[in-house]
């Protein structure tokens, strides 16, 4: 073989290499992302702003326009909606848009990345670091579900219905149960 050609076994173990450095690499990055959320929700608490329910909630940088301000700003992205919250020397600043308007979401790449998430006449940036991707993926990952359904349903409330048909009579014991198990990941 020539200098530059690689045999197919050459080419596959240099391939393994690549694949298991990447994947280090995403499960670092993973690591970071999750420390990072726990840190963010915690620090949320203390602010005053309630995140129980959040799927994701990160802190972010305070834009150029967001004067007057003492905390950096956190962000959550909920089932329903996305929210920036800050504190500032006028009071708490509270931006939120709903998943259900929500037209596009950017993630700007460079030194410090931002995610803006667009929406009919409103637009919400957060300068954030390592989470760009992941906050971009999580509304992205939550939009199909809104967008399908009207709203997002609570998967209790969808067995509940279920039942009442069952008692109508308009659905089987088997449907029920087999339904049942889809909607609550049996």
């Known amino acids: 073989m020539g200098l530059f050609k690689k045999t197919d076994e050459e080419k596959a173990a240099k391939q393994l290499k690549v694949d298991s450095f990447n994947q280090?690499?995403?499960e670092r990055l993973s690591d970071a992302q999750d420390k990072s959320e726990k840190k963010a929700r915690e620090k949320a608490a203390k602010a005053g702003f309630d995140v129980n329910d959040a799927t994701y909630v990160f802190s972010c940088l305070p834009n150029d326009d967001e004067k007057g301000s003492?905390?950096?700003?956190?962000?959550a992205v909920f089932v329903d909606r996305v929210v920036k919250f800050?504190?500032?020397?006028?009071?708490?600043?509270?931006?939120?848009?709903?998943?259900r308007s929500v037209t596009s979401v950017e993630v700007s790449k460079g030194l410090l990345p931002?995610?803006?998430v667009y929406?009919?006449?409103?637009?919400?940036?957060?300068?954030?670091?390592?989470?760009?991707?992941?906050?971009?993926?999580?509304?992205?990952?939550l939009l199909p579900k809104v967008v399908a359904t009207g709203s997002v349903l609570d998967p209790i409330a969808q067995?509940?219905?279920l039942a009442l048909l069952l008692?109508?009579?308009?659905?089987?014991?088997?449907?029920?149960?087999k339904k049942k198990r889809e909607l609550l990941d049996l």
């Open 24 to 26: 280090k690499r995403q």
């Open 70 to 75: 003492f905390n950096m700003p956190f962000g």
């Open 86 to 99: 800050q504190k500032r020397w006028t009071g708490n600043v509270i931006e939120e848009i709903s998943l």
């Open 114 to 116: 931002t995610v803006s």
């Open 119 to 141: 929406a009919s006449g409103n637009t919400i940036t957060f300068k954030v670091g390592v989470e760009a991707q992941k906050i971009a993926s999580t509304i992205r990952e």
């Open 159 to 161: 067995v509940e219905k």
């Open 167 to 177: 008692e109508k009579g308009l659905l089987t014991k088997e449907e029920f149960e």
